[in-house]
């Protein structure tokens, strides 16, 4: 295995749902690559792909009747291809998840200590023995005080930063070589954010495994990505190291989203620039770039063309899906950044305005994606 | 004239003129200078019961632990702290949605702590609430047109054939709805419309106060921005009091004039925006603040200060500062002597005894100061 392979690398993945109501096209073209104990920070909003990327990696979606295409390479073996026995001796394994809400995905019936002894043994032929004494070295390493009694207590005995902990304890019992973590902070208050978010850092130095982390909240990746992807409806929009992301943002997507942030030093006086409409229907999706019937900047021919991922000019490590020109983009953004509203910068720019008048928040824009996982 | 001038004109505010700012950000105050709710010595202890048959009271869970405060005329007044800090079962008793143990809530100048009948019914009239979830908030069963017209119902106004109809519809096109979708149900509108229907029925009977609690939380990023300016909107066009619940920190900075820290039942700093986010005094302020995670990456190489452990469990909570189990700072004292909240000098009111320096915010990092 060459060490300077990807350890993990997706390929034009498609994930589809039929439904009554249409196909969901909930994973609609998305390749990105996982470097060995690196972070890739995931970003977007609610219907965005980004869980079901995930979950396909692991194969938790096949038993949900998805359509999926493309390949996912772990260290040379496409997780697509394999049996449901053979990806059961990875997941788990050599690629753990940890999920948004500790709460239930503990089994509220079990010690947690039982629950970490099974998640060691099916992977490790051990004793049970040797098993509780792993489950206990697990609790102190996630920093679970006192791990010789708490191992023998219920989940609802623990606080909710500490379930998150227990499970981070599960998804470490086999020292994986991945770490997929969706939403883990999101149910939790912020100063134990804090704590989990040091705490998976600590880890990964410590045990040199690769992280994937999936969330809405762009101060988290900041805070521990390398790399950030950023997707919208089904699709990775931009790319790119966590450094030129958010000195250089590219897409009309990402700098929405950056405008929509208040922000913790800023003052009342500064204007949140929303982005109009709300996210599309993930069964009826925009002909063209997706984005383009929320684009401040969209012009005619962006409803036909479909941008694909292309390096910035000048930055090979970051690509964008827009059809706006580089030198376009880039002076747009320093109108954005000078805190011109979107419509101002299109017009000193001198972009027309876009042909279809723009969603008002008023209007629905298609239906609410619902993506029954 | 629009709709909007036409529903600020009834609501008894002049058209077209904006709401004043005095230096220091305080906001011009749209009558006298008495404060629109006082706060007083809030208590609200929840009791824990054990026994089939015969219930008794083994302990309480003490949610809301002697809280006062003011809130201001015309003001945006936030209230963060973590889950179980007491933030919602405060803005509940202000509602008077729940009884307070001991304490007073007056409102306009009166006590609503113990009100009955039609004077507490009126009281209501004046407050009103945005809830944190859209999908809950909102009878599904009811037509949008129906869920927005039940405070009329309810306060009997606008009782002529199709006033009550065409009122919805001013109220509609206020908060940015299309007024045709009278008749929709709420499944048929995204979360954030869902927030408008809330804020629209919250706005129906022109309150004084209006209470929103984790307004945004339940909804995406680019849709929060929506309506965070929407609310900003609504307060200017009706000059509207505000109490803001969140656990966002920079959510919170934006919308607020004045911001509350809470700890388990008790305000442990409280001040304008500016003063608490530059210099925050009390140590919890300090480690809220240096917590939050920023979207800049430069920033990433510092170390948070973290603080250790978990909230004590509201049902024993420590003695005198609650916080001292937690706090960096703790000396002796601090469990044996309860520290008041007091004016620190730097603009903000802390309950501590040895609050932060210069010199310790900047080196636990807190995000906000630099």
Known sequence: MNANEPLLKV???????????????????????????????????????????????????????????????????DLLALSEAELRTIRGNEIAMIFQDPLSSLHPFFKVGVQLVEAVRVHQDVSKKAARARAIEL????????????????????????????????????????????EPTTALDVTVQA????????????????????????????????????????????????????????????????????????????????????????????????????????????????????????????????????????????????????????????????????????????DEPEVGL | MSANDAFAQRAGQPVGVEREELPGGTPASSGSDEPLVEVRNLVKHFPISRGVLIRRKVGAVQAVDGVSFDVKRGETLGIVGETGCGKSTTARLIMRLL???????????????????????????????????????????????????????????????????????????????????????????????????????????????????????????????????????????????????????SVVRHMCDRVAVMYLGRVVEIGPGGPLYDFPRHPYTGALLSAVPVPDPRLRGEEPHLLSGDVPSPANPPSACRFHTRCPKAQERCSIDDPPLEDKGTGTSAACHFPLTREEVAQIGVRSAR
């Open chain 1, 139 to 182: 609790l102190g390493l996630v920093g679970i005080p006192d791990p010789n009694n708490r191992v023998d207590e219920y989940p609802h005995e623990f606080s909710g930063g500490m379930r998150q902990r227990a499970m981070i304890a599960m998804a470490l019992a086999n020292e994986p070589k991945l770490l997929i973590a969706d």
């Open chain 2, 99 to 249: 009884e307070p143990t001991s304490g007073e809530v007056r409102f306009d100048g009166q006590d609503i702590t113990k009100l009955k009948g039609s004077r507490l019914k009126a009281v209501r009239r004046d407050v009103q609430m945005i809830f944190q979830d859209p999908y809950s908030s909102l009878n599904p069963r009811k037509t949008v047109g129906a869920t927005i017209a039940q405070p009329f119902v309810i306060h009997g106004l606008n009782e002529g054939k199709g006033e009550r109809k065409r009122a919805v519809q001013e109220l509609m096109e206020t908060v940015g709805l299309n007024p045709e979708h009278y008749n929709r149900y709420p499944h048929e509108f995204s979360g954030g419309q869902r927030q408008r229907i809330g804020v629209a029925r919250a706005l129906a009977l022109k309150p004084k106060l209006l209470i929103a609690d984790e307004p945004v939380s339940a909804l995406d990023v680019s849709i929060q921005a929506q309506v965070l300016n929407l609310l900003l909107e609504m307060q200017r066009e009706f000059g509207l009091t505000l109490v803001f619940i969140a656990h966002d920190l």
């Open chain 1, 195 to 366: 704590q989990i978010l040091a705490l998976l850092e600590r880890l990964q130095s410590e045990l040199g495994m690769a992280i994937v982390i999936i969330t809405h909240d762009l101060g988290v990746v900041a805070q521990v990505a390398d790399d950030i992807a950023v997707m919208y409806a089904g699709r990775i929009v931009e790319r790119s190291s966590a450094e030129l992301l958010f000195a250089g943002p590219e897409h009309p997507y990402t700098w929405g989203l950056l405008k929509s942030i208040p922000s913790l030093s800023g003052t009342r006086k500064e204007q949140l620039v929303p982005i109009p409409g709300s996210p599309p229907s993930l069964i009826n999706l925009p002909s063209g770039c997706h984005f383009h019937p929320r684009c401040p900047y969209s012009q005619p021919d962006h409803a036909r063309i479909d941008p694909q991922l292309k390096p910035v000019p000048g930055e090979p490590s970051h690509g964008v899906a827009c059809l706006l020109e580089p030198s376009v983009r880039q002076r747009l953004w320093t109108e954005l950044g000078d805190g011109k509203t979107p419509e101002q910068a299109r017009a000193s720019v001198g972009l027309p305005e876009p042909q279809e008048a723009l969603v008002t928040a008023s209007e629905t824009v298609g």
């Open chain 1, 11 to 77: 390929e034009d993945l498609h994930v589809e749902f039929p439904t009554e109501d249409g196909v969901v096209h909930a994973v609609d073209g998305v390749s990105y690559e996982v470097a060995r104990s690196a972070t890739l920070g995931i970003v977007g909003e609610s219907g965005s792909g980004k869980t079901v990327s995930s979950l396909t990696t692991l194969g938790l979606t096949r038993t949900q009747g998805a359509r999926i295409s493309g390949r996912i390479i772990f260290e040379g073996k």
